[in-house]
Each structure stands twice: as structure tokens, then as C-alpha cells.
């Protein structure tokens, strides 16, 4: 199982270390393979997300996602994103941009600096929608009890999560226009920018979120009159609606994927910026890093992980919820990579561990003479 997997993974790891050699000597090996590391650790909760949607399509779709996904996640994201976000903010065409990425390495990185304020804000708002839509879902499996309880009686308010993600958009606009016009900047249109990515990063959660969300709840009833009229349907033959429609269903949550995709790699783009500025070499070890998360979100769906392990999806979002107001936090302070790195590993190892107790006292409860409880109950511990 591991090998089949993983198999393209390693395969794709061998080549982009012996390409590393090749490019640039065992200097450029040792900065792909930390690239790789870097972009795993950073990325690591984002396929336990992505296990919890990829798991709800079939085989053909999860192959996909495995294939079509990867181009897009490595060439479009790890490769083509970097320069299309400079030729944007530099307002310089696309050809310029490739030649200052492989020509002015420097230069390169100024101009991606320069828009990373507009990056935080776009990916921080998606993600901080991600993290507040399920915190304010009443779940019948709770981590933090004391925490969510309470939170789920506010989700209960319509529109509540949008209301806070504009609220921390306004701050961290207001935050960097204050530290624009410390320095002598247009605070103004440094402010207008931030504002502006941030209702596009929110705007885009709400259309493909949405258009995910309406498709698979059609899948699910239709589903259920398949159940109802399961005879019918065998005598008539006619089952082509039930496939387009999980075909439309299957494809807005691929789409879904991508993007929850892309705005996982802003902090993984951007933090390469800080090992190395050459785009052939950040593009090797984001594109190698890229395949595991691949990997691991499809291992994670098929040994049932999620199942067993009740909290890691909670631990993923929480880890989700930080990632997103550090990336708004950095639009005016810079935060080392390996602080994102750790709060995220740290989270999703604590909801294992977490997990793991839950298990053994369920099964403590069904070994021992009273009843085992309501397993959807059980103590994290915290």
C-alpha cells in the first residue's frame, strides 16, 4: 500500500535530487531537499484537510486529483504562480517576469516581497474561512469541548463567520496602512490593495465553497432516491442523471481541492523566497514536497485514518485557523517560516495523540462491564 502510493513520489523525489546535481552541484541538492522539508511540514495539515474531501469521491477522481492535481499544484502554483504575481504587482509583462527569475534572482525576490502583502491578505481570508465554517458547525465529535460548544451555539448566527473575517480584514488593512505611512508610503493605496485581495480571497471561498457545497448535497439526494428506487432504476437502466451529476459534484470539489491547494502553498512560495532565490530550484523542491502532499492526502483516504483518528481533521483546521492570521499578521511583521511549520505540526500531533487516547478509552469502556458510552462524547483529554 505505502509503495503504491507513494511510488510516484519517490520516483519524482530521485529525479528532481539527480536534476538538483546536475543544475547546480550537491549545494543545490542539500537546498532542494530542505525545500522539500519545508514545503511537507508546512503542507502537512493542509492534506489532512484535503483527505476529509477527497474522500468523499471515487477512485477516478482521487486519480485525478493524483495526476491533473499535481501539474496544476506543482507548475501552476509552485511555478507559474511566483511569476505571474510579479509580472501583476511589477506591472511588467509575464516574459519579463521568467527572465528576471531566471536572470535577476534579486530583483526577483524584491517584487515578490513587495506583493506579499497582497497574497496574505487573499490567502489569509480563504483560509480564515476554511477555519471559521467549522468552527461554527455544530459537530457531534468535539476536540476542544469547552471551546467549541460555545462557538457552535454562535455559528447558529447567519452570516456570523463572513461578519469576523471582514472585521480582521479591516484591522490588518488599517495595520498596514499605519506602517506604510510610518515609512513615507501611499498608506492609502496600501491599504485599498490589502482590502482589495482580501474581499477577492473571500469572494472566491464563498463561489467555489458554495458551488462545492450546492453540487454534493444534490449528489446526496440524489443518492438517497437511488436508495429508495434502487429496483426501478435496475429494471429501466436509466442511471446517466445520478452520473453527470456526481460528475458535476466530483469536479466543484476537485476545483474546491485546487484552490484550498493554492492557498496552502502562499506560505510555502513565499517562505522558499528565504532559502533560495532561484526559481529552477524552488520549483524542484516545492514541485517534490507538492507530491507527498498528494500522496499522504490519498494514504490518509484509503487506510481510513480519519476514521480512527476522529480529531486530526479538527487539528487540521485549527492548524488552518493560525496559518490564516499569521499570514495576516505578516502583511506588516515578518514571521519566521519554521514558527508556521511547527505551530502546524505541533497541532495536528496533539489531535493524534488526542485521538489515540479516545481510542483507548472506548476501548477500555467496551472491554469492561458497563456500557461503552456515547463514543461521540468521549474526552479528548483537554
Same mark, same amino acid.
Given at each position: ?30 537546498? #532542494? ?27 477516478? &477522481? ?83 469541548? &469547552?471551546?467549541?460548544?460555545?462557538? /457552535? ?115 510555502? #512560495? ?48 485549527? /492548524? ?40 483507548? /478509552? ?21
Amino acid at each position: 500500500m505505502v509503495l503504491k502510493t507513494f511510488g510516484w513520489s519517490f520516483a519524482i523525489t530521485a529525479l528532481g535530487l539527480v536534476a538538483a546535481v546536475l543544475y547546480g552541484g550537491w549545494e543545490a541538492f542539500g537546498i #532542494v531537499a530542505i525545500l522539500c522539508v519545508l514545503e511537507i511540514s508546512l503542507s502537512f495539515d493542509n492534506a489532512v484537510v484535503n483527505a476529509g474531501i477527497l474522500k468523499k469521491m471515487n477512485a477516478f &477522481w482521487q486519480k485525478i486529483f493524483l495526476t491533473i492535481g499535481v501539474l496544476i499544484a506543482v507548475f501552476g502554483m509552485r511555478l507559474v504562480f511566483p511569476v505571474v504575481i510579479v509580472a501583476i504587482s511589477a506591472k511588467i509583462g509575464p516574459i519579463e517576469a521568467v527572465d528576471l527569475a531566471l536572470n535577476d534572482a534579486e530583483r526577483y525576490e524584491q517584487l515578490v516581497t513587495d506583493a506579499h502583502p497582497s497574497i496574505a491578505a487573499f490567502g489569509g481570508m480563504f483560509l480564515l474561512m476554511i477555519f471559521l465554517d467549522f468552527i461554527f458547525e455544530d459537530r457531534d465529535i468535539k476536540w476542544l469541548g &469547552w471551546l467549541e460548544r460555545p462557538l /457552535a451555539k454562535l455559528g447558529k448566527v447567519d452570516m456570523l463567520s463572513v461578519c469576523i473575517a471582514l472585521v480582521v480584514l479591516a484591522i490588518s488593512a488599517m495595520t498596514f496602512a499605519t506602517q506604510a505611512h510610518q515609512h513615507g508610503g501611499t498608506h492609502i493605496d496600501a491599504a485599498s490593495t490589502v482590502l482589495l485581495s482580501g474581499v477577492f480571497g473571500l469572494i472566491t471561498y464563498l463561489v467555489v465553497g458554495g458551488l462545492s457545497g450546492y453540487f454534493e448535497n444534490k449528489l446526496e439526494e440524489e443518492e438517497e432516491r437511488e436508495h429508495e428506487a434502487e429496483e426501478e432504476a435496475k429494471r429501466s437502466g436509466k442511471q446517466v442523471g445520478v452520473v453527470q451529476l456526481a460528475g458535476k459534484a466530483a469536479f466543484f470539489m476537485f476545483l474546491y481541492l485546487e484552490v484550498l491547494d493554492a492557498s496552502f502553498s502562499f506560505d510555502g #512560495v513565499i517562505g522558499a523566497f528565504a532559502i533560495t532565490n532561484d526559481i529552477v530550484l524552488m520549483a524542484l523542491g516545492l514541485g517534490v514536497g507538492a507530491m507527498y502532499v498528494r500522496s499522504l492526502t490519498v494514504y490518509l483516504v484509503r487506510q481510513g485514518t480519519l476514521d480512527d483518528y476522529v480529531y486530526l481533521e479538527h487539528g487540521a483546521h485549527y /492548524a488552518i485557523g493560525a496559518l490564516a492570521l499569521i499570514l495576516m499578521v505578516s502583511i506588516r511583521y515578518q514571521i519566521p517560516e519554521v514558527i508556521t511549520g511547527l505551530i502546524g505540526v505541533a497541532l495536528i500531533a496533539w489531535s493524534f495523540w488526542s485521538s489515540v487516547r479516545r481510542n483507548k /478509552a472506548l476501548a477500555a469502556a467496551e472491554g469492561g462491564s458497563g456500557p461503552a458510552g456515547d463514543k461521540t462524547e468521549v474526552s479528548s483529554g483537554v
